[in-house]
């Protein structure tokens, strides 16, 4: 295999460069895009008059990107996110927005996660997206910058997916296939149950069942999720009930350490496959895999006020769910032998429940001006039950590895935060709008230890904190076209309950000595949507400084520790482009540029074997080293004709690239695996629908992925203890899928 070469700016900044140009010169001949309206800031507004960045990935890009089981698949038309598709459903999809949560080696950390309201993310920070019902969305709100910190703890940016309202009846069948194995089947049907267009009960209801062999060995996976959506709708209220089940058990390939990745990307590390294959009994493979099933429930309420002054709305949501996963690691016997390893097999059910209720006011001033005030206040609560185990029992006839042996850990976990949070909105003077918000919580963790035996002591403990995160805003809306805008707040980010769990000092207890970490953020944007043109254009420079900032202390034998690293710089530039110049071309392009450095040095024993106390025994990092996780450039570009001048028809090309990655703290050391190499790709797809009848319609999309079957790392596992950092991007993929739908 040839090692990939890294990507070069030049030919980036040349696309840019011709793009733009072309946008310039053509501008006159368009038709003008239609508004977004997005629910970010409490209250419903357009994308344009929001005044920070936010992003909106629609029902169409949801299916065109693929199978709608990843939501990689469509994201990277949105600037300041980074959505990793490990091509591993034994690990969740790595997310971050502007370097924020790009430290995670498995979950998303950093991020928060909501479907309709309900969040996907835990009390502790942690979350994860597996259970996102991509097929019925309406569109995925995406927000970066000062203004996620009011959705309260681990806010760095917020993903929130709406779900398509219920307005025709049909039933749907979808069906697709693709390479290595690759093949879903969907059936879904939906319903107004009233005669009164918009009033009365509605349902739908979703059945879908997903499989894969992977690319790799031990990569197979499926999936069967089940979704039921109720709603009622009253002249002024708006009920929805809604329903999802998950289970999912995946194999787990694991990473590669570069030697391995650079001799075949696509193989699988030896640990990670079955004990007995081939008639080979092998006494170091542990059958490395995960389990998870969950369900939720949810329900939100939305009513409109009338002959009660300014007060025009309210809003409740409230949810519960419970999530189950046992994991089996590739973790030594030998690293198991100590008597506080926690084993080799990680296995909780986590139960959790919330409410979110808000209200708004709303007034019109003098001069066709406005203003508006949302206030509400929220509890999130998650309790586990966490256990820990061998991953092998010894017989009279050998060791058995990857299965559950014997118990290594026991302890109850539990997590709740309590919010209050405040947002105004005026229009002071004519054209100029000013915000303002704060959101004040409070964060408690517990943790009873139930296994204490020898030398593994008492690990129990309890710590809370608390936040007070305010945002601020001033709007020039220059012209209808134009909007310019300037905002600043504070983040908060807790250590999670995996974060919290051990000592560095390998002293009994939780790490009471982890602080959280605290950002403050600026943004300058401007929004510019020139009449006849279909331009929409996005620009935003960003800088959030952040103290405290939680990374890797040690990691070896199945314990992972953390300390505080002190303060961190991430600073950029973000460009969105839209353009429809005629019915038959449009044009979408992404760029960001990111720095995320550590702005002071600090010492690790990341990788190192114990003991490791001294000093001149650590690892040093110093300062100027980058972030591990994050990359300096990433692009997309796409280019789309429809021959007819409608959606009927499309042929389009998608150009994906990003520069390297840092795969560990120790990035400045120069090593060779310190960073994963620059990549650039291209997909083709094409879309074609058929009305077959009066109330049928048949849909056809093909995609053909890495068109040049470009070799690279999709992915890197942040800090990994074994220098196993190196997951695979998928090689050259086809991807067929058939939808018909039928009316009724």
Known sequence: ??????????????????????????????????????????????????????????????????????????MARIPGITVNNRNNYAQDQQISSRGFGARSSFGVRGMRLYTDGIPATMPDGSGQVSHFDLAGAQRIEVLRGPFSALYGNSSGGVISLVSEPVKDRYAEIDLDAGRYGTRQVRATVQAPLSDTPGRGFDIRASISRFETDGFRPQSEAERTSGNVRLGWTGERDKVVVSFSHTD??????????????????????VGALPQESAGIVDPARFNTRKNLKQDQLGASWRHRFEGLGALSESAVVAYAGQRS?????????????????????????RDYRGIDGRLVWRWQLEGERSAQIVAG?????????????????????????????????????????????VQ??????????????????????????????????????????????????????????????????????????????????????????????ESKQVELGAK?????????????????????????????GGRSTFQNVGKTTRKGAELSAGWQPTTQW?????????????????????????????????NQVPAGTRIA??????????????????????????????????TNDLNAAGAVDDFTAGWATLGLRARQQYAVGPQSRLEILARLDNVFDREYAGSAIVNEGNRRFFEAGAPRSWLLGVKWRQAF
């Open 1 to 74: 295999m040839t090692a990939p070469r890294l990507l070069r700016p030049t030919p980036l900044f040349a696309a840019c460069a011709v793009l733009c140009a072309s946008l310039a010169a053509h501008a006159q001949q368009a038709a003008t895009l239609q508004p977004v309206v997005v629910s970010g800031s409490g209250f419903e507004q357009r994308a344009f008059d929001a005044p920070f960045s936010v992003g909106i990935v629609d029902a169409r890009e949801l299916s065109s990107g693929g199978l709608m089981v990843n939501l990689s698949e469509a």
């Open 248 to 269: 999912q058990p995946a194999l787990d390939p694991l990473g590669l350490n570069y030697a391995d990745f650079q001799a075949d990307p696509y193989q699988t590390v």
């Open 325 to 349: 996963v046992t994991q089996w690691q590739a973790i030594t016997t030998g690293a198991q032998a100590a008597a506080t390893s926690p084993g080799g097999v990680i296995d909780f059910d």
């Open 377 to 421: 206040a929220a509890f999130e609560e998650s309790e586990e039950d966490r256990r820990g185990y061998r991953n092998y029992i010894d017989t009279p006839d050998g060791r058995v590895l990857g299965v559950t042996g014997e118990l290594r850990r026991d302890e109850k976990n539990k997590v709740n935060t309590k919010d209050v949070y």
């Open 424 to 517: 105004g909105e005026i229009e002071f003077v004519k054209n100029w709008v000013a915000t303002l918000g704060v959101r004040s919580g409070k964060v408690d963790f517990t943790s009873d230890d139930r296994f204490i035996q020898g030398t593994n002591l008492d690990d129990s403990g309890s710590l809370d904190y608390n936040y007070t995160n305010p945002v601020a805003a001033l709007q020039w809306r220059v012209s209808p076209e134009l909007n310019v805008y300037l905002s600043g707040g504070r983040g908060f980010e807790s250590p999670t309950l995996a974060e919290l769990a051990y000592r560095p000092d390998s002293q009994p207890g939780v790490n009471t000595d982890l602080k959280a970490q």
């Open 528 to 556: 510019w949507r020139p009449a006849g043109t279909g331009l929409a254009v996005d620009a935003a420079l960003f800088e959030a400084r952040t103290d405290n900032e939680l990374g890797v202390a040690t990691n070896r």
């Open 586 to 618: 449009s044009a979408a392009l992404a760029l960001t540029f990111l720095s995320a450095e550590y702005d002071n040095g600090f010492e690790t024993c990341y990788g190192l074997p114990a003991p490791c106390t001294a000093a001149t025994t650590k």
């Open 629 to 662: 996780g994050t990359s300096p450039r990433s692009a997309y570009a796409e280019l789309a004709w429809r021959p007819f001048g409608n959606l009927a028809t499309e042929f389009a090309a998608e150009w994906r690239a990003q520069d390297r990655v840092a």
